[in-house]
């Protein structure tokens, strides 16, 4: 079905066009007529479906008319998720007169209080607890609210921000359209979700256990005291675009860093520790190919749209099942292809069953021909301990020692030595979008 069949006014159209969009997601689709019509709507989309644009398009078509004022509100769990939702809004709205803006915590409230009293916006994107600041210091008011929409409310839940989300559906208006969209539905949403939702229709179009289909995925079993070193050797031998590496950990974010970067890799750190202006510099490295490689935790790890990812490694297997869902949905945006490799120490194995039972399926396993398994230690002097000082180091080394138990490394071998399959091949794969940034570096 063409974008023209959905009824979404010329304006918002254009801007569509503009986009680079021919054909509407599978979600877009569905979603796009339904709140045309006023529905309210509850969207399992799975992340990269294109749910943004199912919303905002309609949501744009509704406010064409009417009088400037701010009539929607578009709630999120990161900063890094609300920029990018009010670029893509702003983005599909440029060829009408609606205004967009975005507020999040972290950076200084007084600019977001002078676009808000001053011309105001009809359109805002905010995360909950920077709006509930705002609202306290009445810089902003909600009685011309007609549509909320709470986008990812599963990490939202998870991140802690039920209850703020309660205190902000109190401020509304209850005369007004809820669209709530979310990869899981977890239990404590479904209840916020009764209280937000009248009579909503759910739209249940990818169910969180299906990755998008054009994902490979492999497992590479190791020891843990040798997964620098297998991941340094996949980063060297596959032929990759640009990669988000996840740990579990800021420290292990920073950490894995500092080591990638001493043997040679451009990397760069994503997480919650970092300043505002510092993840946007990051992200925008990568996306200008600037840098290859990003180290995210799973929190940074939402409002990550980089279309260039070609690959998503888990340097630790996530603790969810869920969370393995939302983290290789970073590569593979939008129907590309993309792989997903996930580094599994003994420990680890049954984090690796969870997500298989969860899948359906089992993930093939990988061994690097030539990749010394067996090593006692990794190959870590290369570090120069002498010339970072300060106490970071010293925690570092510390977690190592902790952490590399050397008496692994022989069930490790035991586990890489498993029947090894392979929809991976080293150095031997390019990748569209590689190719496609090696003539974006060119221009
Ligand atoms: P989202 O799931 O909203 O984060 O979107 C994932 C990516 O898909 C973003 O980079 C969008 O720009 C892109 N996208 C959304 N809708 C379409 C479409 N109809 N055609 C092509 N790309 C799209």
Same mark, same amino acid.
């Given at each position: 079905m063409p974008f023209s069949k959905l009824g979404l006014p010329a304006s918002v159209m254009r801007g569509v066009r503009a986009a680079g969009y021919t054909t509407p997601t599978p979600i877009q689709q569905q979603a796009i007529p339904l709140i045309l019509e006023g529905h309210n709507v509850i969207g399992a989309a799975q992340t990269g479906s294109g749910k943004t644009a199912a919303f905002v398009l309609p949501i744009l078509a509704r406010l064409i008319?009417? /009088?400037?004022?701010? /009539?929607v509100l578009v709630l999120v769990p990161t900063r890094e998720l609300a920029a990018q939702v009010e670029t893509a809004a702003r983005d599909y709205a440029r060829f009408t007169r609606l205004r967009c803006g975005v507020v999040y915590g972290g950076v200084r409230i007084e600019p977001q209080e002078r676009m808000l009293r001053g011309d105001g916006v009809d359109l805002l994107v905010a995360t909950p607890g920077r709006l509930l600041d705002l609202h306290g210091r009445q810089?902003?008011?909600?009685?011309?609210?007609?549509v909320l929409v709470l986008d990812e409310a599963d990490r939202m839940v998870d991140m802690g921000f039920a209850p703020d989300l309660r205190r902000i559906l109190k401020l509304l208006p209850t005369d007004r359209q809820t669209m709530m969209f979310s990869a899981t539905m977890p239990p404590d949403l479904n209840k916020v979700a009764a209280e937000a939702l009248v009579n909503p229709v759910r739209l249940d179009?990818?169910?969180?256990?299906?990755?998008?289909?054009g994902i490979t995925q492999a497992v590479y079993p190791i020891a843990r005291h040798l997964k620098t070193d297998l991941l340094d050797e996949i980063l060297r031998r596959t032929s990759m675009g640009s990669v988000i590496v996840f740990t579990r950990t800021k420290h292990g974010a920073d950490r894995l860093t500092r080591q990638l970067e001493k043997r040679g890799h451009g990397v760069v750190a994503l997480h919650g520790n970092r300043t505002q202006s510092q993840r946007e510099r990051a992200l925008r490295d990568v996306r200008r190919g600037r840098v290859q490689i990003l180290i995210a935790t799973d929190i940074a790890s939402r409002g990550i749209d980089v279309r260039e990812i070609t690959h998503v490694i888990n340097f630790d297997v996530p603790h969810t099942p869920e969370d393995y869902v939302h983290r290789i949905g970073?590569?593979?945006?939008?129907e590309a292809t993309g792989d997903a490799f996930t580094l599994m120490s003994p420990d680890e194995r049954k984090d690796v069953d969870a997500i298989e039972r969860f899948l359906g399926k089992s993930i093939v396993r990988v061994q690097i021909p030539?990749?010394?398994?067996?090593?006692?230690?990794?190959?870590?002097?290369?570090?120069? $301990?002498?010339?970072?000082? $300060?106490g970071r180091e010293g925690r570092e080394s510390r977690g190592r020692t902790s952490s590399g138990g050397s008496g692994r490394g022989s069930s490790a071998s035991r586990a890489a030595a498993a029947p090894v399959e392979g929809p991976v091949e080293h150095g031997r794969r390019p990748k569209r979008a590689e190719a496609d940034r090696r003539s974006r570096r060119r221009m």
């Amino acid at each position: 079905m063409p974008f023209s069949k959905l009824g979404l006014p010329a304006s918002v159209m254009r801007g569509v066009r503009a986009a680079g969009y021919t054909t509407p997601t599978p979600i877009q689709q569905q979603a796009i007529p339904l709140i045309l019509e006023g529905h309210n709507v509850i969207g399992a989309a799975q992340t990269g479906s294109g749910k943004t644009a199912a919303f905002v398009l309609p949501i744009l078509a509704r406010l064409i008319d009417g /009088r400037p004022a701010l /009539r929607v509100l578009v709630l999120v769990p990161t900063r890094e998720l609300a920029a990018q939702v009010e670029t893509a809004a702003r983005d599909y709205a440029r060829f009408t007169r609606l205004r967009c803006g975005v507020v999040y915590g972290g950076v200084r409230i007084e600019p977001q209080e002078r676009m808000l009293r001053g011309d105001g916006v009809d359109l805002l994107v905010a995360t909950p607890g920077r709006l509930l600041d705002l609202h306290g210091r009445q810089s902003v008011a909600f009685e011309d609210i007609e549509v909320l929409v709470l986008d990812e409310a599963d990490r939202m839940v998870d991140m802690g921000f039920a209850p703020d989300l309660r205190r902000i559906l109190k401020l509304l208006p209850t005369d007004r359209q809820t669209m709530m969209f979310s990869a899981t539905m977890p239990p404590d949403l479904n209840k916020v979700a009764a209280e937000a939702l009248v009579n909503p229709v759910r739209l249940d179009l990818a169910p969180p256990s299906k990755p998008a289909a054009g994902i490979t995925q492999a497992v590479y079993p190791i020891a843990r005291h040798l997964k620098t070193d297998l991941l340094d050797e996949i980063l060297r031998r596959t032929s990759m675009g640009s990669v988000i590496v996840f740990t579990r950990t800021k420290h292990g974010a920073d950490r894995l860093t500092r080591q990638l970067e001493k043997r040679g890799h451009g990397v760069v750190a994503l997480h919650g520790n970092r300043t505002q202006s510092q993840r946007e510099r990051a992200l925008r490295d990568v996306r200008r190919g600037r840098v290859q490689i990003l180290i995210a935790t799973d929190i940074a790890s939402r409002g990550i749209d980089v279309r260039e990812i070609t690959h998503v490694i888990n340097f630790d297997v996530p603790h969810t099942p869920e969370d393995y869902v939302h983290r290789i949905g970073r590569t593979a945006r939008a129907e590309a292809t993309g792989d997903a490799f996930t580094l599994m120490s003994p420990d680890e194995r049954k984090d690796v069953d969870a997500i298989e039972r969860f899948l359906g399926k089992s993930i093939v396993r990988v061994q690097i021909p030539d990749f010394d398994y067996g090593k006692k230690t990794s190959s870590e002097p290369r570090e120069s $301990h002498g010339r970072e000082s $300060h106490g970071r180091e010293g925690r570092e080394s510390r977690g190592r020692t902790s952490s590399g138990g050397s008496g692994r490394g022989s069930s490790a071998s035991r586990a890489a030595a498993a029947p090894v399959e392979g929809p991976v091949e080293h150095g031997r794969r390019p990748k569209r979008a590689e190719a496609d940034r090696r003539s974006r570096r060119r221009m």
